[in-house]
């Protein structure tokens, strides 16, 4: 039987439910997988997504002090192996000396990772994200001989892309989710071979069609209702969504602002709204549970995404086959889904000014529409859902996953 370890950061993790999903079309197909996570999991019950992983997911945390004695000899025994993986830790690249020093830390998890993994017949490991457990799946692949793989989504590639060169020319194959971060690869990774870059885009679940709703019909006391999903994370820039709150209600606009996820930045954001003194207008809902989803959606007239940097966002296809219109940065994938004026809208990124105006603009099409005629918004709210059946559909996407992983892994062993 093929097997596969899998790494990630942290799994199962409520905010990534496609590693989850893709271990599972895995194991649909007859692979074995070995889910592994560097971080102890979520304490969610939801996290998993359905995936047993209770009794044979590997935690990298849990160090025992006999397994990291093999780890070592078995680094020593095969040093050949990762010679030139320390050569570019050590001494080549322009990385602080903070950076490489983690590195070598987390080359040693990798001989961890390798130990614990020697005796369960490991084929393949494939690493879901480009950060350090990406950098430890690739030693433990190295150590023991066998392929790897690994998937980029945004983050990773676009602002913490350490040792990305070492990982992408080792790499059997790299998936990434956008055509924008493949031609970021091709235009800043030169040595590397494009041919075994490939686009596998992630996807949502496809839902009922929802009823239009135009809440903003007739007369400008209406309140305008804005909806932001993601983590409380600075590189999602809520602060930016704050700071567009104030002047949307300085400027008389009605509206109220939710936004749903949890992170490091909610102290921040909660000092920020008392700062505004938008604590009426702007409500932190904290995590919201996947199954909730639809009665989040459901009241918002303008999804607003307002991130540093992107993939392309599971939110923002959660909105669309809801039919619901989204404003989000024209950065990096997303265009790639919001096509302005057609499925959604854009608005220049870090620009508060644009976003601003993009709202009033956004209202006064909705106090335009009438309930007895199809409005261009309308349009645009089915384009959306279409746009996200054709392209983002989950279970479409995760079958061309299976296949892409299954033919790129047998066409190597037979070549």
Known sequence: MFTVAYIANRFPAAVEPYVGQEIQELRRRGV????????????????SNGVSYEGDTLCLREIRVLTFLRALALAVRHWRRIARLLRRVLLEGKESPERRLKALIHTCLGAYYATQLEERGV????AHHGYF?????????????????????????????????????????????????????????????????????????????????RRVARGSG??????????????????????????????????????????PERQHLESLIREHRLQDRLTLLGHIAQPM???????????????????????????????????????????????????GFLYMPGVLKDFVEKIFFLQKLMRGEDCSSVSPLDWIRHAA?????????????LARFGDRFLQLNTNSRDS
């Open 133 to 213: 457990g990406s950098w430890i799946g690739m030693v433990a692949a190295a150590l023991l001989d066998v392929s790897y793989s690994l998937t980029l989504h945004g983050s990773d590639l676009l602002l913490n892309g350490a040792y990305l060169d070492a990982k992408l020319i080792r790499c059997r194959f790299c998936a990434t989710i956008s055509e924008y971060n493949r031609r970021y690869i091709f235009n800043h990774f030169a040595a590397v071979d494009m041919e075994k870059v490939c686009v596998l885009r992630l996807g949502v679940d496809v839902v009922e069609r929802s009823e239009w709703r």
């Open 32 to 47: 074995r997988v070995i889910p592994c996570t560097v971080r102890r999991p979520d304490a969610n019950p939801n996290a």
């Open 123 to 126: 084929d393949h490991i494939h």
């Open 385 to 397: 859902r279409v746009q996200v059946l054709h392209n983002f559909n989950r279970t479409k996407n």
């Open 293 to 343: 989803m639809d009665s989040l959606y459901r009241p918002a007239d303008v999804v607003v995404l307002t991130s540093r940097s992107e993939g392309i966002p599971l939110v923002l296809m959660e909105a669309m086959v809801r039919s619901r219109i989204v404003l989000a940065p024209a950065i990096t994938g997303i265009p790639e889904i919001v096509i302005p004026g057609k499925t």
């Open 222 to 263: 209406c309140t305008l209702t804005l909806l932001a999903v993601g983590r409380l994370h600075a590189v999602k820039d809520h602060a930016f969504l704050v700071r567009a709150c104030a002047q949307l209600r300085d400027r008389g606009l009605n509206f109220d602002c939710v936004i749903a996820g949890e992170g």
